[in-house]
């Protein structure tokens, strides 16, 4: 699912070719105001050694990568943020792990909701290391790259369908602002939908495949950067109301890790080495078509 960032989706397009595994790339285009034709994304088909199929989204729908598509071929789908950056091979190591519990959510980073006694109001936490005074603590995955099979991502159109439209419903509100809290309501969509715990892979640092100004949440949010805590707080509480819950509707207990054993040293490495030689594969690219 891609948003206003046409730069960093070529990277990140450019790079995943080195997956070995990946059959092709799906991109959800939600940006409705800027039509597909215009962007000119079309022509780097040309440097992709695999299929790129690109889906116009018919509105600014955050749900999009909850659903199961019918250009989908395979069993497994990896979603990634147009911006985000995974070492091929951390890619493969994580699939190995889906392979093993296909019928859960596999996901890189992983988030924690807790109580905390001092403040006594329920708190979310990028790190277990930042929970501090907890009696009750939720683990969940976040929404910038995991893997997920077809019954997982059919839910939303099949038994889960009513809850799913209320939830759509609930994060495009006009009047309040909840895009962001798209991957909180998703984790206790799946749990109340009958789905086990997902399953986190630790060891990988978040990287972007550029720096930019332009985010999902800065787009359609007018909070600064630093009151992302604050929101994510608010998503939670509102969640919770939505579900008429005095405490998180998700699995109890942190969600279980799994070490890749993927060295972050090479992972970092390796940033260094696939972004600039996707780089260099778009410059030369560009080259070309400004000569013919």
């Not at 395979?74 to 190591?93: G, P, S």
């Amino acid at each position: 699912m891609t948003y206003r960032r046409p730069e960093a989706l070529v990277e990140t397009i450019t790079y995943l070719m080195r997956a070995p595994s990946m059959d092709q790339v799906l991109v959800t285009w939600n940006d409705v105001n800027t039509p597909l034709s215009t962007t000119g994304l079309h022509k780097f088909r040309k440097i992709w050694t695999k299929p790129v199929k690109f889906i116009a989204s018919p509105s600014n729908d955050v749900t999009t990568r909850w659903r199961w598509s019918i250009h989908c071929k395979t069993e497994a789908v990896f979603n990634i943020d147009d911006d985000t950056y995974i070492n091929v091979d951390a890619i493969e190591a994580a699939f190995k792990v889906w392979k093993h519990f296909p019928d859960r959510v596999v996901g890189m980073y992983s988030r924690t909701i807790y109580f905390d006694k001092d403040k006594h109001s329920w708190v979310y936490a990028l790190r277990e290391r930042h929970v501090r005074n907890p009696s009750a603590a939720y683990g969940l995955i976040i929404g910038k790259a995991w893997f997920a099979g077809k019954k997982v991502m059919s839910a939303p159109l099949l038994d889960g369908r009513q809850l799913y439209g209320h939830l759509k419903q609930f994060l495009h509100d006009t009047v309040a602002e909840r895009k962001g809290c798209d991957d909180i309501a998703w984790n206790m969509f799946l749990y109340k939908t009958g789905f086990p715990q997902p399953i986190s892979i630790s060891g990988l640092p978040i990287l972007g495949v550029r720096s930019s100004d332009v985010t999902g949440y800065n787009v359609s949010s007018n909070r600064d950067k630093k009151g992302w805590l604050r929101y994510r707080n608010i998503c939670v509480k509102d969640l919770m109301y939505f579900f008429n819950t005095s405490q998180p509707p998700l699995h109890p207990g942190l969600v279980r890790s799994v070490e890749v054993r993927y060295p972050l040293l090479k992972h970092l490495l390796w940033y260094q080495v696939e972004i600039q030689q996707a780089q260099q594969s778009i410059k030369s690219f560009r080259g070309e078509v400004e000569h013919l």
